[in-house]
């Protein structure tokens, strides 16, 4: 069975500081990865997405992945109360061939 | 206007009640999907379908039944409400034609059955 797995938390960050939010997926079939963002009782929101290895990078926001370590990651630089959340990490099958796998999600808190 | 819209997005239902929960979206996308969101336990997905002649089971499909009206509808079924039903449920399409599948969520419907 497929599986994403994220540390719960709740991940407590100074603001302004970096937050850096971690994921590991089962499936090496998986192709392309994703991080959401949720508030609490409202919808899922993309942030990034990711498909080759390395770093990308998006305003405040840097992916990480690394296939042959099967690792995924969110860093959030200058960190705002406003990035408090819970943070979905998401990966599909290749091609979409059953939709996405979603973590449970890490609940993210920016200390003012 | 909201690209993906869901009906209702409260529902408060008893035991044994058929319940339908409705989505339409307007992003021209093939795929559609149905999740259900519990705290503690994140996203699962109950059905997707890929276009108006292809409905798939997913993780979670028992006691839940799917329709494909349309290329821009997908209704969720509970054909006889439990209890544990009780969750957040959203809706979500992609596009068939592009190779990732970054998937685009409606605002969810909270379904309370007593």
């Known amino acids: 069975q497929k599986e994403v797995e994220q540390n719960s938390g709740p991940l407590s960050v100074p603001e302004g500081a970096i937050a850096s939010l971690n994921c590991t997926y089962s499936d090496r079939g998986s192709q392309s990865f994703f991080w959401y963002r949720q508030y609490s009782g409202k919808s899922p929101e993309l942030i990034m997405s990711?498909?080759?290895?390395g770093d990308k990078e998006d305003g405040r926001f840097t992916a990480q992945l690394n296939k042959a370590s099967q690792y995924v990651s969110l860093l959030i630089r200058d960190s705002q109360p406003s990035d408090s959340a819970t943070y979905l990490c998401a990966a599909d099958s290749g091609g979409g061939a059953d939709g996405l796998t979603f973590g449970k999600g890490t609940h993210l808190i920016i200390q003012p | 206007d909201a690209d993906v819209t869901q009906t209702p997005r409260n529902r408060i239902t008893k035991t044994g009640k058929r319940i339908m929960l409705e989505c339409s979206q307007t992003k021209g996308h093939d795929r559609m999907y149905w999740y259900r969101q519990d705290p503690g336990l994140g996203l699962r997905l109950i059905y997707y379908?890929?276009?108006?002649?292809?409905?798939n089971k997913g993780e979670i499909s028992d006691g839940y039944s799917v329709s494909r009206q349309a290329q821009a509808k997908f209704s969720l079924s509970l054909e006889s409400a439990i209890p544990n039903q009780t969750a957040l449920y959203f809706c979500a399409t992609s596009d068939l034609q592009r190779m990732e599948d970054t998937q685009y969520f409606g605002p969810g419907t909270r379904l309370t059955v007593l």
């Open positions: 379908s890929f276009d108006v002649k292809d409905i």
């Open positions: 990711i498909y080759s290895n």
